[in-house]
């Protein structure tokens, strides 16, 4: 039994690793009142054609480790960046500076926007993803992620339904931050758009090889929404990648890329409950 005199041991935070050459780069002042730490990249560009962000791409790190992600992201040379990292034990590093366009996205779209690194705040949730287990987001990082989140978007005026993930605007390359992030967590908290989804029932599905105007019409819907999916009428491989996406996002009880009737249901309410002004795609 310990004496009563002695003191619970102290869990210190573990210490961040500093990538080589990142600690030759000059320090900023983080724009973020809540972001522990600055670790600078040098992976980053000026925003093309002035263009200020009004999104938020939500990541996971999708690496077997910390140490890794943040060398990654942070090394010179690497091509990639964010603007953010939200570690599992809730802490927050700033690697780019807000006003910069960091390397995140990559080949995207969203809205009829093919440059989402020029309009977005990219933040990376370090999370081993599909390929390393895919743990759970522990509470602490989620409560970390809403606080910046909320603070971002109040900064910059990015609304709720400009919050999306990686899988979103890369439907055919990505798959995070995955079914398992809890969007409606950060809904309630007035971060991202988010429905109930649609009860999964029987009934008529469109799925790969579909043909005909019910295809078109599900077609429309999602790149109504903002997802870049071509209207052919046809279900096809590509089609199917971004019904796969929106059901990781949006109905993550089963992600199978069939478009049922829950998926049908449940995008026909996101797009009742969006904003008029934003029910169209942007140029």
Not at 38 to 64: C, W
Not at 136 to 152: E, T
Not at 244 to 256: I, N
């Amino acid at each position: 039994m310990p004496n009563s005199t002695d003191k619970p041991e102290s869990k210190r935070p573990r210490a961040l690793p500093i990538p080589k050459g990142a600690s030759d780069l000059p320090v900023f002042t983080p724009d973020s009142s809540i972001a522990s730490d600055v670790i600078p990249s040098a992976n980053f560009g000026e925003r093309k054609g002035g263009r200020q962000p009004d999104m938020i791409i939500l990541h996971y790190t999708g690496m077997p480790d910390v140490e890794g992600a943040i060398t990654k992201l942070c090394t010179p040379g690497t091509e990639v960046s964010a603007h953010y990292i939200v570690l599992e034990d809730g802490r927050i590093i700033q690697c780019v500076p807000e006003a910069m366009r960091a390397w995140h996205a990559g080949l995207s779209s969203w809205g009829g926007d093919e440059d989402i690194n020029s309009c977005s705040i990219g933040v990376e949730i370090v999370n081993r993803g599909h390929d390393w287990g895919y743990p759970d987001f522990p509470p602490r990082q989620i409560a970390a992620v809403i606080a910046l989140c909320r603070g971002i978007m109040l900064r910059r005026n990015v609304p709720a339904h400009r919050v999306l993930g990686h899988s979103d605007v890369a439907p055919s390359r990505k798959k995070d931050p995955g079914e398992k992030f809890p969007w409606h967590s950060l809904a309630n908290s007035g971060v991202g758009h988010w429905v109930q989804p649609a009860a999964i029932t029987k009934g008529e599905t469109l799925k790969l090889g579909s043909i005909g105007d019910d295809v078109k019409g599900l077609q429309k819907a999602l790149a109504k929404y903002g997802y870049g999916v071509p209207i052919t009428g046809k279900f096809d491989g590509l089609t199917m990648e971004v019904v796969t996406a929106f059901q990781r996002h949006f109905r993550p009880e089963r992600v199978d890329g069939i478009a049922d009737r829950s998926t049908l249901w449940t995008l026909h309410a996101l797009l009742t409950s969006l904003p008029a002004e934003d029910t169209v795609p942007r140029a």
